[in-house]
């Protein structure tokens, strides 16, 4: 296998589809089983090809990942494998790719949770692959968090997660209206569906993860709304709710909020955006 004329025609590839090169080094290098920069350190190479005999077998797997990239399925989907945080996590069809933006929300709930007597009881609502929750769960040892999603589809990834990383995380499957009645909770986090059903996406996202995850009404708020009533039944006076939106609906997300939670605060991604509200519970 010529590694370099390999790279060199995949990235040609894929920037036919207007796919990022890099592409091609992560579906190689996990091919390979090493890392990205690894396939750029001579003596790790040429030990891993070594130790391959023949390559032809990892170079038809490569090509078969390749091809399914420039189909534009997601690349966490064909590696099975997603970064957040300091957790990798399994994900696959079904299940929505965890995305970078999140892990700023979980930062300031981490810090709030740090704030708090122990033991502090969070609720992550609709978990999808976990990812909210489980880097809670892993980052506040005081924390004792309960992982709601009704998905049959994103639940087997949310059980895998939660196997391989830490068991004991409570997993309910229900709709968040229904979900845990009659029990309270220290803080809420939540990445309901927030997009507008009419919305031009890019082609990895709407052809490959689900729609019940993305798309939340005519004017992207029938889920959000839903989530802000279960989270004022859910959490205690004085309680922290912690919501994602896009960077329109912050006016919309603080009016849905304003009968039962007070400070109101909308928060800003790395480059600027409002992404996600928090919120204080009124004393009930």
Known sequence: MNVR????????????????????????????GISRMDLHNPLVLERTLASLGDTSIALDTFHDLLARRILHEPLQYITGTAYFRNLELKVGPGVLVPRPESEL?????????????????VVDLGSGSGALALAIA??????????VEKSDEAL?????????????????????????????????????????????????????????????????????????????RLLK???????????????????????????????QDLVGRPRWTSAIRKDI
């Open 138 to 147: 892993t980052e506040a040892p005081n924390s004792r968090v309960i992982a």
């Open 156 to 232: 087997v990834w949310l059980k895998k997660n939660v196997e391989a990383i830490i068991e004991d995380l409570r997993i309910v499957h229900s709709d968040v209206s229904d979900a845990l009645i009659g029990i309270k909770c220290d803080v809420i986090i939540a990445n309901p569906p927030y997009i507008q059903d009419e919305s031009d996406l890019p082609r990895d996202v709407v052809e490959h993860e689900p729609a019940i995850a993305l798309f939340g009404g005519k004017d992207g708020m029938d889920a959000p709304r839903a989530f802000i009533a279960a989270s004022a």
């Open 105 to 121: 929300l979980v930062g300031a709930v981490l810090t709030h949770i740090s704030n708090l007597p122990a033991p502090v009881s």
């Open 237 to 267: 006076s004085g309680g922290l709710l912690a919501i994602e939106h896009n960077e329109l609906q912050g006016s919309l997300i603080a009016d849905a909020l304003s009968h039962d939670f007070q400070e109101i605060q909308l928060h």
């Open 5 to 32: 004329e390999t790279l060199k025609d995949a990235k040609e590839q894929l920037a036919l589809s207007e796919i990022d090169g890099i592409d091609a080094e992560i579906l190689l290098a996990h091919v390979l």
